[in-house]
């Protein structure tokens, strides 16, 4: 079932500074900054020859990552992101196995224009998985 690792997402207080600092020292492909309103999330996108980082910045009043960011004032990791060929056939196959799938159960719309799922860190040891339709 699982592919590929699509991206490992950072969630940062300063998308500009995390940026400089992959761009800048690292000398990584950076995008620009897209505001995903749907999503409550700036991101900047960073392509590295094997995979991507994503850059995650709060975005308006209630952001999913605003309370993760309490917990971890400096930033850190948020979640990872494996692709499925199927992301329906994934979500059932995941479900009748007993994980947890966030939200109401239906793809929604990604970062990337295709239909993404999350599931609970508490089934993928304490790491909240993104799936994201290859
Ligand atoms: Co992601």
Avoid: W
């Avoid at 749907?38 to 900047?44: A, L, Q, S």
């Avoid at 991507?52 to 309490?70: C, D, Q, R």
């Avoid at 948020?78 to 939200?103: F, P, Q, T």
């Avoid at 224009?113 to 993928?124: A, I, Q, S, T, Y």
């Amino acid at each position: 079932m699982i592919g590929r690792l699509n991206h490992v997402a950072i969630a940062v207080r300063d998308l500009g500074k995390a940026t400089a600092v992959y761009r800048d020292i690292l000398g990584a492909n950076v995008s620009a900054a897209v505001p995903q309103p749907d999503h409550g999330v700036t991101t900047v996108f960073i392509t590295l020859p094997n995979t991507k980082i994503e850059l995650l910045e709060p975005l308006g009043e209630g952001s999913p990552i605003a309370k993760f960011l309490e917990r971890n004032p400096d930033g850190g990791m948020h979640h990872i992101c494996y692709e499925v060929d199927d992301i329906r056939a994934a979500r059932d196959a995941l479900k009748s196995a007993g994980a947890r799938v966030l939200g109401d159960g239906e793809p929604k719309t990604g970062a990337h224009g295709k239909p993404v799922l999350f599931l609970h860190p508490k089934d993928f040891s304490g790491t909240l998985v993104e799936l994201e339709q290859a």
